[in-house]
């Protein structure tokens, strides 16, 4: 099954869920986390999760960041979208948070153990396979959209598409320094 024979339509997701990236500029890392349970447990992931019916897609990054890591990320940005499908049927589409602020103090929960991580020591053998696809590429400071199709944790296709006509998401001075 390929990218291009699913019809990626925004109402036919099983699940809308975000992932919110806090990195921290000066160490130049990025807060992650080892997943304890759920969609992806045992993986390396940003802190995120399933947007509540009365949520908004901001509100949840900062509410499953709180959660996951008793961080608050401050003003985040939204800075791409993924779309999932798995081919037994199950659909999910995420939005991606970046905030280079922060209050409180990483903690562990029974969610997750949360660890920053420099930026050119991201573990990407040990995230979702589509991480080293399109991360580099909000590292880079710009825009994209993301389409996988899974089988389980086996990626069977992906498309990446980056708006090269936005401006870049960080100050360059910054983000270069993160690499």
């Not at 699940?15 to 447990?41: D, M, P, Q, S, W």
């Not at 053998?125 to 590429?137: F, G, K, S, V, Y």
């Amino acid at each position: 099954m390929k990218v291009a024979d699913i019809e990626w339509n925004n109402d036919n997701f099983s699940e809308y869920a975000v992932l919110c990236f806090v990195f921290n500029r000066k160490t130049g890392e990025v807060l992650l986390i080892h997943k304890k349970r759920g969609l992806g447990k045992g993986k390396v992931n940003a802190p995120g999760g399933r947007i509540d019916p009365d949520e908004e897609d901001y509100e949840t990054a900062v509410r499953e960041t709180q959660e996951e890591v008793c961080v608050t990320p401050l003003s985040p940005k939204k800075v791409g979208e993924l779309n999932f499908y798995f081919i037994d049927g199950y659909s999910l589409k995420g939005y991606v948070f970046a905030s280079e602020e922060w209050t409180g103090e990483i903690c562990e929960t029974d969610e997750a153990t949360p660890f920053w991580c420099k930026i050119d020591e991201i573990p990407y053998d040990n995230m979702w396979a589509d991480d080293e696809h399109w991360l580099p590429t909000m590292l880079a400071g710009k825009k994209f959209s993301g389409y996988f199709v899974f089988d389980n944790d086996k990626m069977l296709d992906k498309k990446i598409i980056i708006d090269e006509n936005l401006p870049l998401l960080y100050d360059k001075k910054w983000h270069n320094s993160l690499r």
